[in-house]
């Protein structure tokens, strides 16, 4: 088996995880907003696995 190649999708979970650290630290630099924003980060971040092992088991090609 091979890893799959990074598509559109991998893209947008890297760039929403980077805006929302740059939402956090330096536009809003609260503590509530900082802890929600690494749970998102840390929910994208579950979702980016499950679907990138999906496409590595299964082998599809989007």
Known sequence: MYLPSLDRFDATAALAALGLLVFGYLVYPTH?????VWLSI????VGWLAFFL???????DL
Request: hydrophobic content about 55%; charged content about 10%.
């Open 32 to 36: 509530l907003v900082q802890v929600t």
């Open 42 to 45: 840390f929910t994208i971040s």
């Open 54 to 60: 999906w496409k590595w088991m299964y082998d599809v």
